[in-house]
């Protein structure tokens, strides 16, 4: 069972920065980590994510703009969030999908509100 905490939301304006960090309990020698996001009346979606090797995946609608990272040692995955747009505003999501046990089991955090509005 693989448990996630996340920090870093809240509220910033149009063009700002936001650092959302997820710590994930547990242990897992196969993975992948990232984010999805939900913004009100649309699915979830697909933000960023990063593979245990580092390879990462990520929407076109933030390429250039985020950056996904993780600290393997630490089991933790970053998402720095730049030229923040109104349209980013949605909850965010910390995801952990567990290769290295039967099943696949994918795991979510509880949320964290970005919104982002002048």
């Known amino acids: 069972q693989v448990q996630l905490v996340e920090s870093g939301g809240g509220l910033v304006q149009p063009g700002g920065s936001l650092r959302l960090s997820c710590a994930a309990s547990?242990?897992?020698?196969?993975?992948?980590m990232g984010w999805y996001r939900q913004a009100p009346g649309s699915q979830r979606e697909l933000v960023a994510t990063i593979t245990a090797g580092g390879s990462t995946n990520s929407a076109d609608s933030v390429k250039g703009r985020f950056t996904i990272s993780r600290d393997n040692a630490k089991n933790t995955v970053l998402l720095q969030m730049n030229s923040l747009k109104p349209e980013d505003t949605a909850v965010y999501y910390c995801?952990?999908?567990?290769?290295?046990?039967?099943?696949?089991?994918?795991?979510w955090g509880q949320g964290t509100q970005v919104t982002v509005s002048s």
């Open positions: 995801y952990f999908r567990d290769y290295s046990t039967v099943g696949w089991p994918t795991y």
């Open positions: 547990g242990s897992s020698f196969s993975n992948v």
